[in-house]
């Protein structure tokens, strides 16, 4: 990644910066040399947290992110990722987020319906996202981010 959040926010590419795409792309080895979406959430969670008020920067940039999606396999498993990097994260405590931040509380009934919407997507294309053959089924995956906090079934929004 040559580009950081601070560059994604100076240029207005807070959504590249989330997807990995461009300057923003994140490669790791574990991802079979697809975009790692933890790589750059924890890069603007870390940009966040020098900021006042980082949590409602987070939601904020967030709903930026989430504004841009299309019903696109990439896009709908960019969300499916950073949602589970949110999760995560939160999960451990890390950064500034705490286990009584819920980032989907935070967003409108449309926001959350998009999200329904690109969960829906997401199963019903999983096959579309590189190498999808060797993961798990996305179900499957959900439940990991379920057992880190998500106290909801995104698929049913």
Same mark, same amino acid.
């Given at each position: 990644?040559?580009?950081?959040?601070?560059?994604?926010?100076?240029?207005?590419?807070?959504?590249?910066?989330?997807?990995?795409?461009?300057?923003?792309?994140?490669?790791?080895?574990?991802?079979?040399?697809?975009?790692?979406?933890?790589?750059?959430?924890?890069?603007?969670?870390?940009?966040?947290?020098?900021?006042?008020?980082?949590?409602?920067?987070?939601?904020?940039?967030?709903?930026? %992110? /989430?504004?841009?999606?299309?019903?696109?396999?990439? !896009? &709908?498993?960019?969300? @499916?990722?950073?949602?589970?990097? +949110?999760?995560?994260?939160?999960?451990?405590?890390?950064?500034?987020?705490?286990?009584?931040?819920?980032?989907?509380?935070?967003?409108?009934?449309?926001?959350?319906?998009?999200?329904?919407?690109?969960?829906? %997507? /997401?199963?019903?294309?999983?096959?579309?996202?590189? !190498? &999808?053959?060797?993961? @798990?089924?996305?179900?499957?995956? +959900?439940?990991?981010?379920?057992?880190?906090?998500?106290?909801?079934?995104?698929?049913?929004?």
């Amino acid at each position: 990644m040559k580009g950081d959040f601070e560059q994604a926010i100076d240029n207005n590419e807070i959504s590249a910066f989330l997807k990995g795409e461009g300057d923003y792309f994140s490669p790791e080895e574990g991802c079979m040399g697809y975009h790692n979406e933890m790589i750059n959430f924890m890069g603007m969670m870390g940009y966040l947290k020098k900021q006042e008020h980082p949590y409602q920067l987070l939601v904020k940039c967030f709903r930026l %992110y /989430l504004s841009t999606l299309k019903e696109d396999p990439l !896009d &709908a498993w960019s969300l @499916f990722n950073n949602i589970a990097c +949110f999760y995560t994260l939160r999960q451990d405590n890390s950064y500034f987020l705490t286990q009584n931040d819920y980032l989907i509380d935070e967003l409108t009934a449309e926001e959350k319906k998009k999200i329904g919407i690109l969960y829906r %997507y /997401l199963r019903d294309n999983f096959d579309k996202v590189p !190498d &999808a053959a060797n993961m @798990f089924p996305i179900e499957k995956q +959900f439940g990991f981010t379920r057992k880190n906090g998500c106290r909801y079934d995104l698929f049913c929004f």
